[in-house]
């Protein structure tokens, strides 16, 4: 159950000012060595230990080939690349420069397979969270609308 709360944008220069919208309630963030639990406890012969070091060095591998500047798909979850953010344009090509022109890269993660919207769209159920609802007090993982 996705469990969601309303914000409303105070944004005066966006056409959206004034509107309300969801966004999801994050209750808890899974990390690394709670996922390979997690998947430990689903009757697999190999320990969280095993798990974990097998994930640790996939995100590993992931890293290095994405560097290599290779896409990673992992069947079912997501297509990972890098992007790159521009800091702006040049007039000429031969005045581009990486440090002047280029912010940075970014991960970049597309869904795939299982993971697609359409999919999700119909096997998610949505809920709006109430004031009783336990929840995180680590909200960074939402969105903001008038930062």
């Known amino acids: 159950m996705i469990l969601y709360i309303l ?7 966006s056409l959206a000012y004034g509107k309300f919208f969801a966004y999801p309630v994050i209750e808890e ?3 690394l060595d709670a996922l390979a639990e997690h998947m430990a406890n689903h009757n697999t ?4 230990g ?5 994930l640790t060095d996939m995100v590993n591998c992931i890293k290095e ?13 997501a297509i990972f690349s890098l992007g790159i953010r521009n800091a702006g ?7 581009f420069t990486v440090s002047k022109n280029i912010k940075g890269v970014k991960l970049r993660a597309r ?10 769209n119909l096997e998610a159920t949505l ?11 680590n909200n960074d993982d939402l969105p903001v609308v008038n930062p």
């Open 7 to 13: 914000r409303q944008n105070k944004n005066q220069t």
């Open 29 to 31: 963030t899974i990390n």
């Open 45 to 48: 012969p190999f320990s969280k």
């Open 50 to 54: 095993a798990i974990k070091g097998m």
């Open 65 to 77: 080939l994405l560097l290599e500047g290779k896409n990673v798909k992992i069947d079912d979850l």
């Open 89 to 95: 344009g040049a007039l000429k090509a031969e005045d």
């Open 111 to 120: 869904a795939t397979g299982e993971l697609i919207a359409k999919n999700l």
């Open 127 to 137: 809920k709006k969270a109430t004031a009783t609802t336990k929840v995180s007090s």
